[in-house]
C-alpha cells in the first residue's frame, strides 16, 4: 500500500507562482512513474504533468507547458510541482498519483495510488 501525501497549495493572484510537494510512504519509490492530475468544479480530473522513475520522460499537459515543471527526488520520497505564471483556470483540487511501472502514462484510469489532494485557487 502507498500513501501519498500533497501539499503546498493556497490562494493566490494570478501571475503569482506556488509549489505543490507530494510524499510517498513507500520504500521503493523509485520504482513509481509519479504524476500530477487536477480537478476543477463539474470537470473531469485531467492529467497536467508526470515525469518517470529517473526523470528522463517528463511529460506536461499543453495548458501548462512552459509555466509548471514538474521534478522528483527519488531520496525524499517526493515528487513536486512547480507552478509560475498562475491564471485563474489553473484553480482546481491538485493530486498527486502514482504508477507502478517505469513508464509513465497520461490516463488517470492507469494510475494505482493517489493522494487526498490540496486547493489550489487562484484569484483575478
Known amino acids: 500500500q502507498v500513501q501519498l501525501v500533497e501539499s503546498g497549495g493556497g490562494f493566490v493572484q494570478a501571475g503569482d507562482s506556488l509549489t505543490l510537494s507530494c510524499t510517498a510512504s513507500v520504500r521503493s519509490f523509485s520504482s513509481y512513474a509519479m504524476s500530477w492530475f487536477r480537478q476543477a468544479p463539474g470537470e473531469e480530473r485531467k492529467f497536467v504533468a508526470g515525469?518517470?522513475?529517473?526523470?528522463?520522460?517528463?511529460l506536461y499537459a499543453d495548458s501548462v507547458k512552459g509555466r509548471f515543471t514538474i521534478s522528483r527526488d527519488n531520496t525524499k520520497n517526493s515528487v513536486y510541482l512547480r507552478m509560475n505564471s498562475l491564471t485563474p483556470e489553473d484553480t482546481a483540487v491538485y493530486y498527486c498519483a502514482a504508477l507502478l511501472s517505469i513508464v509513465v502514462l497520461r490516463g488517470a484510469h492507469a494510475y494505482d495510488y493517489w493522494g487526498q489532494g490540496t486547493q489550489v485557487t487562484v484569484s483575478s
Open positions: 515525469i518517470n522513475w529517473n526523470a528522463d520522460t517528463i
